[in-house]
Nanobody
Framework: QVQLTESGGGLVQPGDSLRLSCAASGGDISLYAMGWFRQAAGQDREFAAVISPSGHSTTYAESVRGRFTISRDNAKNTVFLQMNNLKPEDTAVYFC???????????????WGQGTQVTVSS
């Protein structure tokens, strides 16, 4: 079965940038939508961004639109989340997930990574 491994998280200051990666193994993700979700401490998991299998269609949560960019490299079985102008409220564990279609709803995703911590603090 497919395994998703996130990387690239860390501690940054407000205004900084980070690029998260999600590497898939054990399966080909090129036919699937891939999403990024995040979960802050004590809060529910929330949608951040999703990209279609071809990469031609993307959707963002209002809270990250214009600052985050999702992309994918199907040849490398990897999905990325470029995060610019980070804010303290972006602090969360970030998860990538595989879905059958572009969706902002977590239950529509069947495989999830373990997450990578992003902390934005001065």
């Amino acid at each position: 079965q497919v395994q998703l491994t996130e990387s690239g998280g860390g501690l940054v200051q407000p205004g900084d940038s980070l690029r998260l990666s999600c590497a898939a193994s054990g399966g080909d993700i090129s036919l699937y939508a891939m999403g990024w979700f995040r979960q802050a401490a004590g809060q529910d998991r929330e949608f951040a961004a999703v990209i279609s299998p071809s990469g031609h269609s993307t959707t963002y949560a209002e809270s990250v639109r214009g600052r985050f960019t999702i992309s994918r490299d199907n040849a490398k079985n990897t999905v990325f989340l470029q995060m610019n102008n980070l804010k303290p409220e972006d602090t969360a564990v970030y998860f990538c997930a595989r879905g059958n279609f572009n969706s902002a709803v977590a239950r529509n995703y069947d495989y999830w990574g373990q997450g990578t911590q992003v902390t934005v603090s001065s």
